[in-house]
């Protein structure tokens, strides 16, 4: 019983390393901008990437007031559409599961703004930022997760079949939209277009085989394919030391190139920053889509998910922690007042105006009526393909 209790120790250890390990932000502004019309020069924390078989990218990333304050509304934007859900979800409007995104708005924000419209995205659970940035909007996201006909999937999909033309949905399988998403690249390739696919995938379904081998089919054909990892260190209660003998997610590819766009601990208040601006930094996306001429590339991103409830695998005070002191809109509120870009009242009245535009999109998708019975077998082949029946449709048709 000593050994035993010896080892539940020892692997508790790891966490608890993990979890009180932080480092300084030294991230800079060159120089004061003058005109604040035109772009300024920052100087990410020298720690801000890690790179696997290839470079590292500049750390000099050119901004402006427009982009950060644009950024920061859309980041508030999906926090208050996020709490609508939730607050639906509570009063048992939204049924089923409900798997939310607070914390990992710049993951979402981040990655939108340093893509093309053009490219392709495809990710998990998580997906409502997604959706609404690819071309959906709030109201059609909280409409489908309420069952809705002014849902974006009529209601009939739920949060986890979602689309738009750039969005492949936010799969239910964990790990399933990986090879998918390698699918989505090699026809990217056949027609010759000029863009990439970015899949998403969490921590937790890193291990999953299918992962790897969409990983060596990637590379084996080159395929313009992103392996994105949104790394919160917990895969659904269980930690990633736990699950993993390998968790430096970007160097999993083998051959494929890997970057780490974040540092792998801690998530102090410039690590928000960080997570918004330097995937968008162009330079940093080129590198991370060099995908798009020939080969695939493995990238990580390290988000702050803590909006899954319960304490049963985390302590109360890790959680307050990481709300308090690693939230992604905080960190990036507090530069843009430190750079004198805008002021606190500034921020509070796009604050205002998110939570206005998710209040009155709340409204509409519960004034949208049920989806009808006789709906229940349309959209289930794309236009022009159906069957001439479909079975369970009518009784004379089971038989």
Known sequence: MASLARLRVSRRLPQLARGIQTSADTTQLQEAPSDLSQPFTVKLHEDSFRAHNCDKPELDVQVTKDQLLGWYKQMQTMRRMEMAADALYKAKLIRGFCHLAIG?????VGLEAGITPEDRVITAYRCHPFAVLRGGTIKGVIAELLGRQAGMSFGKGGSMHIFTPSFFGGNGIVGAQVPVGAGIAFTQKYLEKDNATFALYGD????????????NMAKLWDLPCVFVCENNKYGMGTSAERSSSNTEYFTRGDKIPGLQACKRYGYHRGQARRRVRSPLDRQRQERARCCSSSSPTAMAAIRALMSDPGTTY??????????????????LQRYVEEWGLASEQDLKQLDKEAKAEVDAAVEEAKASPEPLAKDLWTDIYYKGTEPPFMRGREREEVR
Do not use: H, K, L
Not at 104 to 108: I, L, N
Not at 204 to 215: C, M, R, W
């Open 104 to 108: 990992q708005e710049a993951v979402s």
């Open 204 to 215: 937790g379904a890193s291990n999953q085989g299918q992962v790897f081998e969409a990983y």
């Open 314 to 331: 985390r302590t109360r005070e890790e959680v307050q922690r990481m709300r308090s002191t690693q939230d992604p809109i905080r960190g």
